[in-house]
């Protein structure tokens, strides 16, 4: 490995003991050795460092008082990673196992996603350690009152522009979006994304994510001669992500017969109903088990904790990671290659460990890295935020047309890069050569600062 990279990923380890945030800088560094070959310059620059170091990090205490009258204390934070090519833009996770190194890993990753869109943004993230399973409606918005007292002093329509995330959808964006306008005293729509239709939301965005997962899968197929019709897809997750990935995949001919949750997963031989999951979980708030109230001849497998997640045992030619980071190790990947798998979709942001990403290279299984393939959410959103400033809404159709637009020209890119580069197959390098050579340059021509 190049010496300057292999320092910068020395030193990054030494500086941090954040697991996940040195393993999404070790996937990118590793990637573009032929760049900083080419550059010998980035070394008195300093680039790699810099780049590896967000601006600026926020961590704030976010009380909030449940139910039962008792006063709860979470932990808040935003990362705003790199704001070179425009506002810091991404989501807000609210799960039980956000940390520090979670956010820096997404804000990282999302610094090169944005990049990859061609629209100016730039890479941010947050959240808090709050879990929503079980809490009421009442609880929510409290916390999300809350929450936002002191992210509001942080964002704005110009500076730093949230969206959802997991434990994140249009009702905490609402909560989010309502107090931040009372706290201001005006209108500033541009400043969260993700919002509902009623008061500045975009038609598609909520199935932006999914559909551009598969529009990019549909992309990564046509120039591999193969296409979706008549395969047969898995997908783990049954989130916002996971629902609409799977209502394209349906649409483009394909047959997905298992979803899962954190617990375990849904296997339906005759396909999936997807009404009925989109029932359980974007209405009910239930478990994915009880599909089975409806689908007795489906079979629920639950996940035995260390093993296997329960939804990767199943036969599929596509599979769909749409949950969460590391859901797939090298042994599941062995798993997956055995039982036939011939691409694979990050949906979820580094859902696939480096063990096992090289193992699917190897062994010529398309990876479609979550970088490039789960950008649609973001581009959208940066739709919205045009439609904010411009005070008008596209159509559906106008909305969907123009994120096909992006995640074919996203694929173009790492396509492209990966034959300038002699890469193969490996479209993982190939997006994050493409996206460092972009953010890079942006950083180096605006000096340092
Ligand atoms: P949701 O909260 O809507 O859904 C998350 C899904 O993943 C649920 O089914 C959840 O199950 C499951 N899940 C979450 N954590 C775990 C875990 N630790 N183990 C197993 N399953 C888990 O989130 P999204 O669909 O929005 O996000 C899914 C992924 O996609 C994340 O990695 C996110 O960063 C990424 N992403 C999302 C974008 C968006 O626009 N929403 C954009 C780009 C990427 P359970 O209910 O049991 O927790």
């Given amino acids: 490995m190049n010496n300057y990279i292999e320092r910068v990923l020395e030193a ?81 996770r609210f799960h039980p196992s956000v940390n520090q190194s979670i956010m820096k890993f997404l804000g990282f990753e999302q610094v090169f996603k944005n990049a990859l869109t061609g629209l100016p943004i730039g890479g941010g993230k947050g959240g808090s350690d709050f879990d929503p399973k079980g809490k009421s409606d009442n609880e929510i918005m409290r916390f999300c009152q809350s929450f936002m007292n002191e992210l509001q002093r942080h964002i704005g329509h110009n500076l730093d522009v949230p969206a959802g995330d997991i434990g994140v959808g249009g009702r905490e964006i609402g909560y989010l979006f309502g107090q931040y306008r009372k706290i201001k005293n005006q209108y500033e729509a541009g400043v969260l994304t993700g919002k509902g239709l009623e008061y500045g939301g975009s038609l598609a965005r909520k199935e932006a994510t999914g559909f551009g997962l598969l529009y990019f899968m549909r992309e990564m197929l046509k120039a591999n001669n193969l296409d979706l019709k008549g395969k047969t897809v898995t997908i783990s997750g049954s989130g916002n992500v996971a629902i609409y990935a799977a209502q394209k995949a349906v649409e483009f001919g394909a047959k997905v017969v298992a979803m899962s949750d954190s617990n375990g997963c849904i296997h339906d031989e005759q396909g999936i109903d997807l009404d009925y999951v989109k029932e359980l979980k974007e209405v009910k708030r239930a478990r994915i088990k009880e599909y089975l109230a409806k689908h007795p001849n489906a079979k629920y497998i639950e996940n035995v904790k260390g093993q296997t997640p329960a939804v990767y045992t199943i036969k599929a030619e596509v599979v769909l990671p749409c949950a969460t980071q590391n859901d797939i190790n090298l042994e599941t990947a062995k798993l997956l290659v055995k039982n ?71 694929f173009k890119m790492c396509h492209e890069t990966a034959k300038e580069y002699n890469l193969g197959i490996n479209y993982v390098a190939g997006a994050n050569i493409a996206a460092f050579k972009k953010v890079s340059s942006a950083m180096i021509a605006q000096g340092i600062i």
């Fill in 12 to 92: 990054t380890k030494e500086k941090n003991n954040e697991p996940e945030f040195n393993q999404a800088v070790a996937e990118v560094l590793k990637t573009i050795e032929p760049v900083v070959e080419k550059n010998p310059e980035f070394e008195k620059q300093a680039l790699l460092e810099r780049i590896v170091e967000p601006e600026r990090i926020i961590s704030f205490r976010v009380p909030w008082m449940d139910d039962n009258g008792k006063v709860q204390v979470n932990k808040g934070f935003r990362v705003q990673f790199n704001g070179a090519i425009g506002p810091y833009k991404g989501g807000l």
């Fill in 340 to 410: 036939g798998a011939i691409a694979i979709g990050e949906g979820a942001n580094m859902p696939t460990s480096i063990e096992a990403i090289n193992y699917f290279i190897e062994n010529k299984v398309l990876l479609a890295p979550a970088k490039a393939a789960n950008a649609g959410g973001v581009a959208t959103s940066a739709l919205e935020m045009s439609q904010n400033s411009m005070r008008l809404s596209w159509t559906f159709e106008e909305v969907d047309k123009k994120l096909d637009g992006i995640m074919t020209n996203i």
